[in-house]
């Protein structure tokens, strides 16, 4: 009988490295209050935010962007801690095909519901549900573009700060307020405050460009599977729908309706008279 392979050591990480691996769980980020952004643009945009950058990470000899070296001088100047790690050792943590060699411990800022008021601009968009973190990071995005103040996670809604939804924001998570709550709460909310809620369902009859939508209000979406429930579209001022054509698709990605509804209230509320 041959004898056996000896098993290859695990590979020793640094206090850093294990706490940057264990940021990508949910448990560490609840119990730490801490999430990891990668990428030159996303660092960039925390930096430009002003949010709190507890620890700049880096990895000199991947880094060949102007904009990144930009960034890694603003947070030096700014006092935040800078750690340097190896090409392996980066990769290691990564969780981009390509990385660019910054990343950022960043503290996450929620907002308490109790104290949210509607001031101003187009207003807030509440998720009920959302199960995909890609989308939750692409309405973000959209968010950002249109000028909503930024998004209310109800229920189950996935986390805001999962690597994917920081990826997909491209760094609009910065620069919005972020409200997490249940949805009796919201309801609750809602009738405190006069907040118009519309909201998004396939067997509306009113297409969502027939709406005349009031600024500020908050846009209602639902789950990428089930959409609204009862309970839900009982809570809306307002029910639309987007028009499909039906039977090759019946429904839109959730992100893209969410957007299709955003732009069209961003259309009514900055159009020439």
């Known amino acids: 009988m041959p004898p056996r392979k000896p098993r290859p050591r695990p590979v020793s990480e640094s206090p850093l490295l294990r706490q940057l691996r264990a940021l990508r769980g949910g448990a560490e980020r609840r119990r730490t209050g801490l999430f990891y952004a990668e990428g030159n643009r996303i660092v960039h945009q925390a930096a430009l935010a002003g949010v709190q950058i507890e620890q700049l990470v880096i990895a000199p000899e991947v880094v060949t962007s102007d904009l990144a070296r930009e960034?890694?001088?603003?947070?030096?100047s700014r006092g935040v801690p800078v750690a340097e790690l190896s090409k392996v050792e980066f990769n290691r943590i990564s969780f981009r095909g390509n990385p660019s060699g910054v990343g950022a411990v960043v503290r996450a800022r929620p907002e308490a519901l109790d104290g949210?008021?509607?001031e101003g601009g187009l207003g807030w968009?509440?998720?009920?549900?959302v199960g995909n973190a890609g989308n939750l990071g692409a309405i973000l995005r959209t968010c950002a573009a249109v000028g909503a103040a930024g998004v209310i996670a109800?229920?189950?809604?996935?986390?805001?700060?999962h690597p994917d939804a920081v990826k997909a924001s491209m760094?609009?998570?910065?620069?919005?307020r972020m409200v997490e709550a249940r949805f009796e709460d919201f309801v609750r909310w809602k009738s405190q405050v006069g907040a118009f809620v519309v909201g998004a369902a396939?067997?509306?009859?009113?297409?969502?460009?027939?709406?005349?939508?009031?600024?500020?209000l908050v846009l209602l979406m639902g789950?990428?599977?089930?959409?609204?429930?009862a309970e839900q579209q009982a809570a809306c001022d307002v029910l639309a729908s987007i028009p499909v054509l039906g039977g090759v698709v019946d429904s839109l990605n959730l992100s893209?309706?969410?957007?299709?509804?955003?732009?069209e209230v961003f259309r009514q509320h900055t159009k020439q008279d």
């Not at 760094?171 to 919005?176: I, P, Q, R, S």
């Not at 396939?202 to 500020?216: I, N």
Request: no cysteine; proline share 5%.
């Open 71 to 76: 960034t890694i001088d603003l947070l030096r």
């Open 116 to 118: 949210l008021r509607l």
């Open 125 to 129: 968009v509440a998720l009920a549900e």
């Open 154 to 161: 109800l229920g189950h809604t996935t986390d805001p700060y």
């Open 171 to 176: 760094g609009a998570l910065f620069h919005l």
């Open 202 to 216: 396939g067997e509306a009859a009113q297409d969502f460009r027939a709406v005349r939508y009031p600024a500020p």
């Open 223 to 229: 789950s990428e599977r089930l959409g609204l429930n």
């Open 256 to 263: 893209v309706a969410t957007s299709l509804f955003l732009y």
